[in-house]
């Protein structure tokens, strides 16, 4: 959601943090701000609006603020207090010797607001974050060490937090801690990072370390110490991080979804890799520890995610129950928590998320645990908080989404899910091998088919031109497809900010065939299998009533030029894997209509990649 830098070691700390704070841009993005040490002042800059606002109020100091060593950095994406200048981090105390910047939600804030003023501290924003700022500068006042001030002050903390401290008294240091939020430390030669996700600090270096909860680290230009919360020394484990920089360029496409569409020929080709070798050989999921015998006698699976995971995991239930004829539930993760959910362990349940870092579904999935359930995890981030909650750990390798709209994750997450369902098939022996064979098969050749699509855009270039002026937009599908109506719609709502919605085909006659005139587009999604006709016939109902008709579909059948405005057309694919393949022209599709509007396709308004509150 939001995102964190900091800065210890010889370099002008500003360059790394505006650097970082860029690359975590996609986070979340409605004002920013960082704090410096400079001749030994902490001083506080901050800005309203994109980071470019704060990058030019730097850029007037430039010369002085480059003077600094030693700093914090934040992009936010506002929860509690409006954004705006005063609202922004780095927040500090009265005596604005303290800065802290902070990801996540304090719970207890007003609590402990309340104490605070009672002590004196005057409060000039609406934040939650504020307070963590007047908390540790009075522990500070009481102990007179750092790391013990922000150790006493977390343990005051109800909620989720991300903190990166610094105190204009103690020099050169940086304090860090982490509970239900992420944070690294990035390792450098007499230099350390802090950031809240990778992208803000590969470019400098490799070796990292992760926090977990409740440790708290402490960091000079030559050391680094880490505790637990109940003051204990801890044993550092430095991990090399398997990303390359280059994922961050957009090499030489305009915008990083348009990048991220193109990727997937060869994302589903890594997927995969060294998984399905041959279509005679069963799939190796050496991920899914969930013992063989178990896997045979499960009867219930439960899918939770959010968002677009969502949709691949109603997918995952189609395939996964026409395969093994397991019964699969799939809930929004919002959902699943905060009732009373009936699973145990007897019940398989999986979490899917491109960023691991989901309060939702981290909540879901550690819910399901405590119950006794296998937790089986699909995540495109394998070092993420939901992958430590797992039993099975599915990583999708989808390699760094930086488009705030998810697409090629999506397309490795629906891979692994067919790799799954295979796999349980194979283990169950619940489905006959030409068909297993068939489908392997197809998707082995699906990155040739994605390619096909990929350099046909022209049709939906000017499909998306001859609708960008629609100010609503119905999908409609049937069966396997119907997640592909819903992403189909998601991506052109979250991009372009036209209400579209996806229904299935069958219930359009049942309320929403009342909104439909000639200014309705409503694309069907028509590709070739048990329910073609059904949509046909429902398509024909839409038309009837005057609505504008797209078709997206894999037949040549000339009759549709008689009922559809404009086609798009895919290379043909058998059903069950349809909705890989037909999920990229609507990606391309939203991604036009976006771009005609003049919109801010990687960096939608309101979003962020990933919501760590919930
Ligand atoms: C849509 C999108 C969001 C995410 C959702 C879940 O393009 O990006 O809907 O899919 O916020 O995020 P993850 O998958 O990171 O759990």
Redo the contacts with the bound molecule.
Sequence with gaps: MCGIVGYIGSKPAVDILLEGLTNLEYRGYDSAGIAVEVDNKVELYKAEGKLQNLKDIVNKNYTHIAKSTIGIGHIRWATHGVPNTVNAHPHSCNCGRVAVVHNGIIENYKELKAKLEKQGCTFRSQTDTETVAHLVASEYAKCGDLTEAVRLATKQIEGAYALCVIHQDVKDTIVATRRNAPLLVGIGEKEYYVASDVPAIIQYTKKAMYLDDNQIVTLTPDSMKLIDIENNSLEQKIEHLPWEPIALSKMGYKHFMLKEIHEQPDVVRNVLSGKLRAIDEPVCLKEVTLDREKLKKLNRIQIV???????AALVGKYIIEDFCGIAVDVEP?SEYIYRRTITDENTLVIG???????AD?ITAVRLAKKKGSHILIV???PDST?AREADSLVPVNAGIEVS????K??MA?LISFYLLAIYMAEVKESIAKEKLEELKHELIILPQKIEKVLSHKENIQACAKKFSGSKDFVFIARGINYPTALEGA??LK?ISYINATGYPAGELKHGPIAMLDESMPVLSILMSGKVYEKILSNSEEAKARNARMIALTDSTDPKLNELFDSTIRVPEICELLSPALAVVPLQLLAYYIAEFLGKDVDQPRN?????TVE
Excluded: P
Aim: proline fraction near 0%; hydrophobic fraction near 30%.
């Design positions: 995610a959010c968002g677009t995971s969502l949709h993760s899917v998320s491109q960023s691991g870092e989901t579904t995540t495109n981030r939901m705030v709209a998810a697409t994750s999506y997450q998601l991506k979250e979003l962020a990649k990933s919501v």
